[in-house]
């Protein structure tokens, strides 16, 4: 049973929206759509059973990352797209911009989710944090809760946008609602 649930996971389309290739022309929406996707698929769609979530990342062509134990890394689009896994929270992120483009902007981001993952926004500010290359970097941060009252949580980056890791987390705890805090650190 447990080989014909992976294999299930396997066969499902990565993008269940839509099929990007023909309905996102514009690249931004593409990568954004993809991101989001891959945030409703594993850190979404295994909120109930964590458990079975580092076999299905395998079985969908992810690799785990040998500098971060819990951390499964798979190119998408020659873009280096991350899920880790923690007992409370599932962690997606992606750099930005890996190379001379940024793939997509918080607006195209945000409305795939608040449309396709029907989130709501709870509360956004400006804040600062510190880049993997100690740069002092402008951030979004903002809080959503979904249709259940779970928490969901973005920290987006406004600039060295090369070196800090757009994130975006879904807590898994039952018990973790909008009306906690967000102990949010930097990748």
Known sequence: MKSAFLIALSLAP?????DVSRSTPN???RHAQVFASLVQKYCIGFREIPAKLEAAL???????????DDTFEKYIDRVD???TLDQEVCTTDVLLKPASTILFELKQLERFLLSELKLTMSKSKIDYELSSEYKRTKVVKRDYVDEQGKK???????????EYYMTFDVYWKHNETASKSNAHGTN
């Open 58 to 68: 395998k079985v969908g062509g992810f690799n785990k990352n040998i500098d971060y």
């Open 81 to 83: 797209y991350a899920v």
């Open 14 to 18: 990565l993008v269940a929206f839509s």
């Open 152 to 162: 969901h949580s973005l920290i987006f980056p406004l600039e060295n946008q090369g």
């Open 27 to 29: 690249l931004g929406d």
